[in-house]
């Protein structure tokens, strides 16, 4: 079974900017989680999604947003982008039932100018 | 909101050697996962251990949750292990769908 992939793998914008970033979770599972990684602020919780709902939401400003499709990939984006969002973003696949295992995608790096 | 705490921040070892590293966590969880991250960013998946003891050839872990901790042993290390290494959890109860909470993480480096 092919894994958790994410596209693009790297990104460069500039201040102000939006930016979408994509995930394909592995081959039947329904829920997609999005995670942040900073250096300052470690491994984040973004939201999560499961047959097309937001199940839950992190502590993030509102210039994260998500979706899900009805394939089960996932979109995130980020708009008026800011020199702090700057990370690693990931995503995580599991099959949807409550305490599934999550397997990560290999991350999309964004850098913020 | 949980708070899981990963010791030690640090740990370098000669090849050979076996560590121990360890996740305190403040509630009940309903998932706990150990994580690798590879030099690349990609974290792979060692272990869902909720409770009890698993082990995968070199590497074996333990979760007490009634005691609220988790260790992950790693028996005559390799140059390979180095990088680091998370605990996340899920907590038990509340609206917790797909949110794994994370530690800090343990920088694991070993020297050949």
């Known amino acids: 079974k092919a894994g958790v992939t994410q596209t693009p793998r790297y990104l460069i914008k500039t201040r102000g900017q939006q930016v979408t970033l994509s995930c394909s979770p592995i081959s039947g599972h329904r829920s997609v989680s999005w995670y942040q990684q900073t250096p300052g602020q470690g491994l984040q919780f973004l939201f999560e999604?499961?047959?097309?709902?937001?199940?839950n939401k992190g502590n993030f400003p509102g210039r994260f947003s998500g979706r899900q499709f009805s394939n089960s990939r996932s979109e995130m984006n980020v708009s008026t982008l800011e020199l702090g969002d700057s990370a690693l973003y990931l995503c995580a696949s599991s099959p949807g039932i409550f305490a599934d295992t999550q397997y990560f995608g290999p991350g999309t790096r964004l850098t913020v100018l | 909101g949980i708070q899981v705490e990963q010791s030690p921040p640090d740990l370098i070892l000669q090849e050979g050697a076996n560590s121990t590293l360890r996740c305190n966590f403040s509630?009940?969880?309903?998932?706990l996962q150990w994580f690798h991250q590879n030099p690349w960013g990609q974290l792979i998946n060692l272990f869902y251990i909720p409770s009890g003891t698993k082990q995968n050839g070199r590497l074996s872990a333990t979760t007490v949750a009634t005691e609220r901790y988790s260790l992950l042993y790693i028996s005559s290390s390799q140059t390979t292990d180095s990088g680091v290494y998370f605990c996340a959890v899920l907590h038990a109860g509340g609206t917790s769908y797909g949110k794994l909470t994370f530690g800090q993480g343990t920088i694991l480096t070993v020297h050949p």
């Open positions: 509630d009940s969880v309903n998932n």
């Open positions: 999604y499961f047959s097309e709902t937001q199940r």
